[in-house]
Nanobody
Framework: QVQLVESGGGLVQPGGSLRLSCAAS????????MGWHRQAPGKGRELVAH???????FYGDSVKGRFTISGDNAKKTVYLQMNSLKPEDTAIYYC??????WGQGTQVTVSS
C-alpha cells in the first residue's frame, strides 16, 4: 500500500507563487510515476505534471512554463512549484502515483 499526503495549499494573489509538497509512505521506492492532477469547481480532473517511470517530466498545456515538478527520492516527496499563478489555477490539487494511489487533495485559491 502507498499513502500520499499533500501540503502547501492556500490563498494567493494573482501573479504569486506557492509550493505544494506530497509525502509518500508505504511500498514506494522511487518518486518516478508520481505527479499532480487538479480539479476546479464544476470541471473534470486535469493533469498538471507527471514524472514518468524513467524520470522524465511532462506538464499540462495550461501550466507549461509556470509550474515545475521535482522530487526527493530519499524523502519520498514530490514538489510542485507554482509561479505566476492565475485565478484559473484555483482548484483542489491531488498528488497521485501510478497504481491508482491518490492523496486527499489540497486547496489552492488564486484571488485578489
Amino acid at each position: 500500500q502507498v499513502q500520499l499526503v499533500e501540503s502547501g495549499g492556500g490563498l494567493v494573489q494573482p501573479g504569486g507563487s506557492l509550493r505544494l509538497s506530497c509525502a509518500a509512505s508505504g511500498s514506494i521506492f522511487s518518486i518516478n510515476g508520481m505527479g499532480w492532477h487538479r480539479q476546479a469547481p464544476g470541471k473534470g480532473r486535469e493533469l498538471v505534471a507527471h514524472i514518468t517511470s524513467d524520470g522524465n517530466v511532462f506538464y499540462g498545456d495550461s501550466v507549461k512554463g509556470r509550474f515545475t515538478i521535482s522530487g526527493d527520492n530519499a524523502k519520498k516527496t514530490v514538489y510542485l512549484q507554482m509561479n505566476s499563478l492565475k485565478p484559473e489555477d484555483t482548484a483542489i490539487y491531488y498528488c497521485y502515483r501510478t497504481g491508482n494511489y491518490w492523496g486527499q487533495g489540497t486547496q489552492v485559491t488564486v484571488s485578489s
